[in-house]
């Protein structure tokens, strides 16, 4: 199987103190004879896929084989020892006259250099930093297997390219007619690895050749170049670094093999290397958000001009109309209330962009007011000396990025547009977003891969706190797509004042409704005691920023009554300084849950609370262990062979006929992982003090995650089995 473009991200430690993370940019597993489709051969080899593996064997390796078997030639790859049985079985198969073209000039003399083969990927070029990785296993006892990477003509052109000269698997063409590097690897009697340098066969590096040292064994291989500086891996170690003063540019790639060997070959992954700008520490972003206490949310969109907070998708730009709009009002609006930051609508579901966007004209530009309201606004807000956050709406009922119409181009669609509310008005602190992995949006984190957004985000400014609007979802004990919590207190979603640990905001709008409505002139608002009593001091107090939402008029005004209120919250409430300090905090969840939605498995269930509801994505659903089973267990099949590095269970604090708990009903519990062949314990440290548990790990590779349980308290529900590959 063949996946493409998934984002992990490997090596970036979560302060964001390093620089570098990882794109999967195509991973071969080799399920079918299909992923063979991608490469070409050249010379005489074979490739097939057996047992779920690729298989590189030259063509003629049974001869060879038999001869090294029968002890007429060693395990050497020494030409001049099986040039006698070789040169007339290739004569046989290729005729006098094509026999020739496996010969070349050496020192004056015609040289046989046949039986060898190449085997080029022809459909994913590398990126300029990239690693190639693979498992490799030994079929034979005699070398040679190599990596050939950053390949070109002498030309710059592509080795694929038509216009150069047909190839025919001898070493000659690949160090003397080609640019590249080449990676050496299982030369068991000469005992090093070594990395050449082409065109001259130039040899740049040497190391010890740590595949050898277990041939019976599968190793992981990882060759990467980052800035002209190749390195090579075997099983995590470092074996060589060389450093490229004229690093070649060159794209294709590619293995090779010597007529004596024969390997067998999985997970063939290209990674894009892309360099992060570095960042402060996350645990000092949040708690410097949280420091901020009191905020202002303005609903100013085109909503405003329409009875719907979900207007019609189509509605013209010609609504948008403010003949007062003036944001110095607001902002003094804010200070008043002792405010320190605001939010404002950039864009909600309805598509309209209230900036001078070059990625649509459905934007302010073009409607008769023609002013960049989100430059007026930054503008007028840092005056104050508050701070600047925005809200993005991921969902665009005008754009069609909606359930069913999600394509490649609506996520470069919604980058470019981030693009430019993140380099066109300076400093954001962070950005609110919304309509994404709702019941009510229905776009999932797949659909718009939130690691590519979130990673898109940091990379143009790496101290931008994201908050997604997904507390209604998620549990509220773990930071699962969101560097802080977002509560919608009037949908229904509250903090929890007594128990909550992780940084938060929490939101009502002062008047009925998000975006203005004509009866608000003359409706009552909420009142200054109920926002700083009943909101404002107790969620501070909980680690959770209140932000107060105001809806500007029509005229682009934010109404009379309103501004009276407020002026009457800066009376009760004073900006005391700094929050209570934040506590220890995992870093955030922000990857694909590979256990969503699969097949799942378990001792005997509770009535109709069985497995499937523990992979189902939904958190108000759980399976429930019988409690006759002494060790019940829960199994998640991945349904193929991944790297993971992560895994958890979130588990319910309330069951269904059973009393609610205040703490874990788990005594003991331990974590497999099935690697193909056998079942494995992870090592991890459990834990109890949270109903969320995530263990982080060196990867591994498995198709199947074991949960067992032992002395548990009758009532045992898990929510949902967490299983990620996610950064390091």
Known sequence: MKLKEVIFILSMAFSMAATAREKVLVSYTFDSDADLADWMMEGDGKAYVENGKLILEPEFFPLMDSLMREGKVSLRNDQSEYFQYLYPAMKAKHGEKEIENYFYMEDGKKTFRGG????????????????????????????????????????????????????????????????????????NDRGTANLRRAPGRIMAVKGPDLVSENPEQVSHCRVERIDGVVKYFVNGTEVFSYADDNPLKGKDWGFRLMVCAKGEYDNITVKEIIKTPQGRPLSELQQEILDLRFGMFIHYNIPT????????????????????????????????????????????????????????????????????????????????????????????????IRPGWINR???????????????????????VIDGWDAWWSRISYEDIPFAEIYWHIK???????????????????????????????????????????????????????????ESFPKAPVKSAEFIVYENLIPLNEAHCNFILNVAPNRDGLVDANVVREFKKIGKLWKYPGKAPELGPQNPPVIYENLAKHKPMSSSWSFDTRISDLASDDDFTTYWVAYEKIKEPFLEVDLQKDLEINAVGFVESDSTEFYNRVASSRIGEYEIQYYDGQEWKGLEIEPYYDNFVRMHRFPAVRASKIRYIFRNYVPGLAIKEVLVYNEER
Not at 168 to 173: I, Q, T
Not at 409 to 428: D, H, S
């Open 116 to 187: 060898h083969f190449n085997f080029w990927n022809t459909e994913y070029e590398t990126p300029e930093n990239f690693a190639i990785e693979f498992d490799f296993r030994s079929l034979s006892p005699a070398p040679l297997h190599m990596l050939m990477f950053c390949a070109s003509g002498l030309n710059g052109e592509s080795v694929l390219d038509p216009s150069l000269p047909k190839r025919y698997g001898k070493a000659v063409e690949i160090m003397y007619e080609l640019a590249m590097y080449r990676v050496s690897y299982f030369f």
């Open 409 to 431: 181009q609506q996520v470069e669609f919604i980058k470019a547009q981030l693009t430019e509310l993140l380099t066109n008005y300076g400093k954001i602190d962070a950005l």
């Open 305 to 400: 001009y329409s009875d719907q907070d979900w207007p019609d998708p189509d509605t013209p730009v010609e609504v948008f109309n403010p003949k007062k709009l003036d944001c110095n009002q607001w902002a003094d609006v804010a200070v008043s209330a002792n405010m320190q930051y605001a939010c404002l609508t950039t864009k909600h579901h309805s598509g309209f962009c209230i900036w001078d966007t070059k990625t649509t004209d459905y934007n302010v530009m073009n409607s008769p007011l023609k002013r960049d309201v989100v430059r007026e606004y930054v503008d007028a807000f840092r005056k104050k000396g508050l701070r600047i956050m925005l809200y993005f709406s991921i969902l665009d009922t005008h754009h069609d």
């Open 459 to 517: 990379s143009l400014q790496p101290d931008c706190l994201i908050s997604e609007h997904n507390a209604g979802k998620y549990p509220d004990s773990e930071l699962f797509y969101t560097d802080y919590k977002q509560y919608e207190q009037n949908a229904g979603q509250y903090i929890s004042r007594e128990t909550n640990r992780l940084p938060a905001q929490a939101g009502l709008p002062i008047n009925k409704n998000w975006f203005w409505k």
